[in-house]
């Protein structure tokens, strides 16, 4: 079963960048679509993006299309999460999941996720 843990998270000022990370272990993420969700204080958990295991299926959601990036490097079992223009809307803490399967926008249908970093954005 495999693990994931996320790094990279921090404040940062409104219109700069981040760049997300999501470490995997216990199991080669190449078998994975990898996602990235993210959850504020009191609203539910919402999808951001999703890569399938070769990188040639991506999906964004439309608040996020044209300002992140979702990418992976199976060599080094890691998915990543390019942040631009970063809005205080964006702020959250932003999860990685994973799933062998499942390639969609639904976060219950992912079967791994790690424990979260948190994304501040000032304005």
């Known amino acids: 079963q495999v693990q994931l843990v996320e790094s990279g998270g921090g404040l940062v000022q409104a219109g700069g960048s981040l760049r997300l990370s999501c470490a995997a272990s216990g199991g080669a993420i190449g078998l994975y679509i990898m996602a990235w969700f993210r959850q504020a204080p009191g609203k539910e958990r919402e999808f951001v993006a999703r890569i399938n295991w070769s990188s040639k299926s991506i999906y964004y959601a439309d608040s996020v299309r044209g300002r992140f990036t979702i990418s992976r490097d199976n060599v080094k079992n890691s998915a990543y999460l390019q942040m631009n223009s970063l809005k205080p809307e964006d702020a959250a803490v932003y999860y990685c999941?994973?799933?062998?399967?499942?390639?969609?926008?639904?976060?219950?249908?992912?079967?791994?996720w790690g424990q979260g970093t948190q994304v501040t954005v000032s304005s």
């Open positions: 999941a994973a799933d062998r399967t499942y390639s969609g926008r639904y976060f219950r249908e992912y079967d791994y």
